[in-house]
């Protein structure tokens, strides 16, 4: 096999590949909808503590957490010093839960409270609006709605 049929090979597979991707990107932004929730009263809080927890102050945390009314007790999420929680907002609220968090465990800890800025960005904080990526997405999903 000669050098030039081996280089034509090589780079119709690259070709091929990058084609194959790129029908796969596009056909999953395509089946990719706007999540709807069906229970439209669950919200997510988080709880910041002052150092990371052990494994006894996590376990504690938790159980504390789940005596409290309005809490869904299996999304009860201890990381580093972060503690993010599920909780119905027709029985409490992230201050509430706070509150009765502070009271059952002395924690030297505060209520994360998101910055104005990032409330009222209407795509996730994560994502900018003028990017490539953000755009091409828009212009795919516009393509097949």
Do not use: W
């Amino acid at each position: 096999m000669t050098t030039r049929k081996k280089i034509k090979i090589a780079v119709l597979s690259l070709l091929g590949t990058f084609l194959l991707l790129f029908i796969i990107l596009v056909a999953h932004i395509a089946m990719s909808r706007p999540l709807k929730l069906d229970v439209p009263n669950i919200q997510v809080s988080r709880i910041d503590f002052s150092e990371p927890l052990d494994d006894a102050k996590k376990k504690e945390v938790t159980e504390n957490l789940r005596m409290i009314k309005g809490i869904t007790t299996d999304n009860i999420i201890v990381k580093n010093n972060v503690v993010v929680y599920f909780h119905d907002n027709r029985y409490t609220n992230s201050q509430k839960v706070f509150d009765q968090l502070m009271a059952k465990g002395h924690y030297d800890a505060k209520m994360f409270t998101v910055p104005r800025q990032l409330a009222s960005k209407p795509v996730c904080p994560a994502m900018d609006p003028g990017s490539f990526k953000y755009k091409f997405a828009l212009a795919v999903q516009s393509v097949f709605n």
